[in-house]
């Protein structure tokens, strides 16, 4: 298929060449802007269709709302509406004054959706070779315009999978530090109560032997024990304290 299109766009550059050899240059320059001319004010009675059948979509969806829900319409929307109206009439107006203005030989019938020349006497006088001049400069308009369209969509895709990714990014970074928080705060929730049962076991320990008059011996040993105990117990809450702190900042 690749060998095929290859072919074809050779062939067609070369009978191009060919043929358009007996149209002068001061005649393609004068064929190229009266193309030019016509593909503009063809735009711009398609932009202007494009905003006349929103006005008219708008238009009629007021009138169903109102016909069917009169009472109970919601007022901000009824407002929005009257101002998409006024602002597609403005548009619609501005864009026929331009086209007026810019095209004074255009009527009515040109204003039409079907397409129609405006310069007919122009399209009328032209002979063979200057028919397939203008083939060729539209098929090449055609195919630069194709080809920045899909320079545009490529673009567009590389811009959207950039700015997905970099949303994809933030949201894992925001998940991560909400787990951290969660994290820390079970830490410092279990460090507290680790503590606070350490104290108490402690006083537990210390008063059921004064009460069960323990022998002072007893006594000495096992406050040592619990001195070194509480000793290692308040280095490690302490270097673990530390890390959290650090996690903080």
């Not at 238009?59 to 009257?82: A, P």
Request: aromatic letters at 4%; glycine letters at 2%; hydrophobic letters at 35%.
């Amino acid at each position: 298929l690749e060998r095929k299109r290859r072919v074809a766009e050779s062939m067609r550059l070369a009978s191009s060449s060919v043929d358009n050899s007996d149209v002068k240059e001061g005649r393609k320059a004068e064929l190229a802007s009266w193309i030019d001319n016509e593909l503009e004010y063809t735009l711009i009675k398609h932009e202007i269709d494009a905003q006349q059948r929103q006005l008219d979509s708008v238009v009629s969806e007021k009138k169903r709302l109102m016909k069917i829900s009169c009472d109970t319409i919601d007022v901000d929307e009824l407002n929005q509406m009257d101002s998409t109206i006024r602002s597609l009439r403005a548009t619609i107006q501005d864009l026929e004054v331009a086209a007026k203005k810019t095209f004074p030989t255009a009527n009515d019938d040109n204003m039409a959706s079907n397409f129609r020349f405006l310069d007919t006497g122009k399209f009328k006088s032209l002979s063979k070779p200057d028919a397939k001049y203008v083939l060729s400069y539209i098929f090449d308009a055609c195919s630069l315009t194709k080809q920045e369209m899909a320079k545009m969509m490529l673009d567009q895709e590389a811009t959207t999978k950039e700015n997905v990714n970099l949303a994809l990014a933030k949201e894992q970074q925001n998940y991560e530090k909400s787990l951290m928080r969660i994290k820390m705060e079970h830490a410092q929730v279990t460090l507290s109560l680790l503590e606070s049962t350490q104290g108490t076991l402690n006083s537990n320990i210390k008063l059921k032997m004064d009460h069960d008059g323990t022998e002072e011996e007893m006594k000495a040993q096992v406050d040592g024990i619990l001195r070194e105990y509480s000793e290692s117990w308040t280095a490690a809450t302490g270097e673990l304290k530390s890390h959290l702190d650090e996690i903080k900042e």
